[in-house]
């Protein structure tokens, strides 16, 4: 959910940036064997999976929401302001979100 809702207003690749080393320090901590631990590999996924949705939500997340803003006010000339893209965005991508939690915590148990 961090990496979600930073990735809202910043780019995707600088939310995984800043996020891999807090999750590196927090498996640290807890003893994670490297290249074996499931809550490594789920917090990794989380951090991808978070930031990409997040990305989608604003059109600062991603330049490509801006260049699609452009896109159909050119060709359907329907102006989408940044809230009225937020408010159309985010509970979608929440709701995605929520799906994605699911097959990580299959795939990946915590123990």
């Known amino acids: 959910m961090v990496s979600f ?3 809202m207003f910043i ?3 600088a939310v ?3 996020m891999i080393p807090l999750v590196i320090g ?5 003893n994670a064997k490297s290249g074996s631990s ?4 789920a917090l990794m996924m989380a951090i991808m999976f978070g930031s990409t ?3 989608v939500c604003t059109p600062a997340g991603v330049s490509a929401n801006v260049i699609t803003m452009g896109f159909i006010l050119r060709n359907a000339r329907l ?3 940044f809230l009225d893209w937020t408010l159309m965005a985010t509970p979608i991508f929440l709701v995605i979100g929520l799906i994605t939690w699911w097959p990580i915590l299959k795939f990946f148990p915590p123990r």
């Open 5 to 7: 809702v930073v990735s």
């Open 11 to 13: 780019t995707d690749v």
């Open 16 to 18: 995984v940036a800043v």
């Open 26 to 30: 927090l498996l640290t901590t807890v």
């Open 38 to 41: 499931d809550l490594g590999r």
């Open 53 to 55: 949705l997040g990305g």
């Open 79 to 81: 102006n989408i302001f």
